[in-house]
């Protein structure tokens, strides 16, 4: 049975736990100096171990393996230094310990103390000059290609017309490429390592500086998520306000190595030309109605027995020309319509509305138009069970512009029965205590996956076989998705392509309680008599809102 004695087992524990602390304090970047500390360490242990339990004669003779093979990896003066302590005790044994060897018992020293030292030396400098110089090209070749790619990607940076600005987590700039510093005002020199708050200066359309819980910069340093936004502006170091697009994005995580690249451009000539395009529409489709709506009343009258005698012949002419002009007095609408819904005249006058009641009455517009393609329109909650008996369905009433609202649901019922051949469309109205949903569900041709995520955008139609058939101007899904929008409420859309899809409506619900509150509202007291009579605007009742009611847009 092995004895380890007591002042061993001392500094085998205190070499335990000094390599505890090396292995910690590894990942700070001192390992150096740790391992060549619990190396020393190990080697008293083991030597102290070795001349206490027989020297030359020890059974843990064999640990001094360990020590002399890995000596190598703190240099030659390592190596030198063990092989003078090893010869040195083999000196001893020869020559003073008293003690008469035989060849066998040298030879064993011999290997005992030499063998791990020429091991150590092959093992980690026996590599040849070829090698280290080969070595030495491949570090050469790979600290080139670096600076390649740096100095890339600095071209590439310098070169990009939009402003980027990196920051890291700390909100420090670390890179601020030409256009951003043309667009700031701030030479780089000067805005290197400043806080970005004080070079990049938000604020919102009124002029008022951007909170800093609201700061697109700010919520990626702290969400590690992207933001965008296209409705900033930027104030400049010379006091000069522009408008900007600014995207940012994060740059890796946590608090060590994160941080956000700001991309930003100036939108001001874009913003201006939008403007006036929209003031051009507005402008000439007010105009052109007055022709278009005056040539429609005309074709009435030449299509009226009471007012014109033609044949036929004539009357299908005029019916056709009456049919396009009407899709013109439409599209001219329409174009009105994004008008003002872009420059922020498309103002709803919220009322109280029974939702079962006004998609009642749209379905019941709808039903001839239905019946004439041979598609089956029905309502769902005034449908009967097998039974007959009517469904229960609750009273579901919103807050919101009725002539809006009645637009969007006609589009969406006329657009099931258009873009369905056959078969049939369903409207539904459901809801819950927050919120009321209309769905128009029809068996028609369904849309594209790839075409869903436009939809609703301006002037977008599905391109296909189905559609080229079936006139439209791409305006209608836009325009109902601003008007629900602006009246607080979501509009989407679910699809199969080729068996159907389902649009809806979302919109906040109001309690019976809360309808009848704003219906018995006292009316406010208006003058209009100092007023010219075209200005004069409906009144709506008003109340105290509380935070449960829908607010007014």
Do not use: C
Request: net charge neutral; aromatic share 8%.
């Amino acid at each position: 049975m092995l004895h380890v004695p007591f002042v061993v087992a001392v500094f085998a524990a205190f070499n335990a736990a000094l390599s505890m602390a090396a292995y910690y304090l590894a990942r700070k970047q001192i390992s150096f100096y740790m391992a060549l500390a619990a190396y020393m360490s190990t080697f008293m242990t083991i030597s102290v171990l070795i001349l206490l339990t027989g020297g030359g004669w020890s059974p843990f003779i064999a640990l001094w393996l360990l020590i002399g093979v890995f000596s190598g990896v703190f240099g030659w003066w390592a190596i030198i230094a063990l092989a003078i302590i090893a010869n040195g005790y083999l000196a001893y044994q020869l020559f003073f310990a008293g003690k008469v060897l035989g060849i066998d018992r040298i030879v064993q020293l011999l290997l005992l103390t030499e063998a791990p030292l020429i091991a150590s030396y092959i093992m980690w400098h026996s590599r040849s000059k070829h090698d280290i110089a080969k070595d030495g090209d491949q570090v050469n070749q790979l600290k080139t290609q670096l600076s390649d790619i740096a100095n890339k990607s600095d071209i590439v940076i310098n070169a990009i017309a939009d402003g980027v600005v990196a920051i890291d987590q700390s909100g420090l700039i670390q890179l601020i490429n030409p256009a951003a510093q043309t667009l700031l005002g701030w030479p780089g020199k000067d805005a290197m390592g400043l806080d970005y708050r004080s070079v990049i200066k938000l604020t919102d359309a009124k002029g008022n500086p951007v909170p800093e819980d609201f700061s697109p910069i700010r919520q990626v340093l702290m969400t590690h998520k992207e933001v965008t936004n296209n409705d900033l502006e930027l104030k400049t170091k010379s006091g000069k306000v522009v408008l900007i697009s600014l995207a940012v994005s994060p740059v890796g995580e946590g608090a060590a190595n994160g941080g956000a690249i700001a991309v930003f451009r100036d939108i001001t000539r874009e913003r201006e030309e939008e403007r006036q395009k929209a003031e051009f529409i507005s402008t000439a489709s007010h105009e052109m109605r007055t022709p278009v709506a005056a040539i429609e009343g005309y074709l009435g009258l030449a299509m009226n027995p009471a007012t014109a005698t033609i044949d036929d012949k004539a009357r299908s002419y005029l019916q056709k020309a009456h049919e396009s002009t009407q899709h013109l007095g439409r599209l001219f609408q329409d174009l009105l319509t994004v008008s003002k819904s872009e420059d922020a005249r498309l103002i709803p006058r919220p009322v109280v509305i029974d939702v079962i009641s006004l998609t009642r009455e749209i379905v019941a517009s709808l039903q001839p138009k239905a019946k004439n393609k041979n598609i089956f329109l029905s309502f769902a909650p005034g449908e009967s069970d097998m039974d007959g008996n009517k469904h229960i369905t609750p009273m579901y009433y919103t807050y919101a512009d009725q002539d809006q609202l009645r637009e969007v649901l006609n589009n969406l019922v006329d657009n099931a029965v258009k873009y369905t051949k056959q078969g049939t469309a369903t409207v539904d109205v459901t809801g819950n205590n927050e919120s009321v949903t209309i769905s128009v569900t029809d068996s028609g041709i369904g849309i594209p996956p790839e075409d869903v995520p436009h939809l609703f955008q301006k002037f977008y139609r599905v391109d296909n076989s189905d559609t080229r058939e079936i006139g439209g101007t791409g305006l209608g899904l836009y325009i109902s998705r601003r008007l629900i929008e602006a009246n607080n409420g979501h509009i989407g859309v679910n699809s199969t392509y080729g068996k159907g899809s389902t649009f809806y409506v979302q919109m906040p619900r109001i309690s019976h309680d809360q309808a009848n509150a704003i219906l018995n509202a006292p009316q406010p007291v208006t003058t209009t008599a100092a007023q010219p009579a075209s200005s004069a605007t409906p009144t709506q009742p008003t109340t105290p809102q509380s935070p449960s009611q829908p607010q007014a847009v």
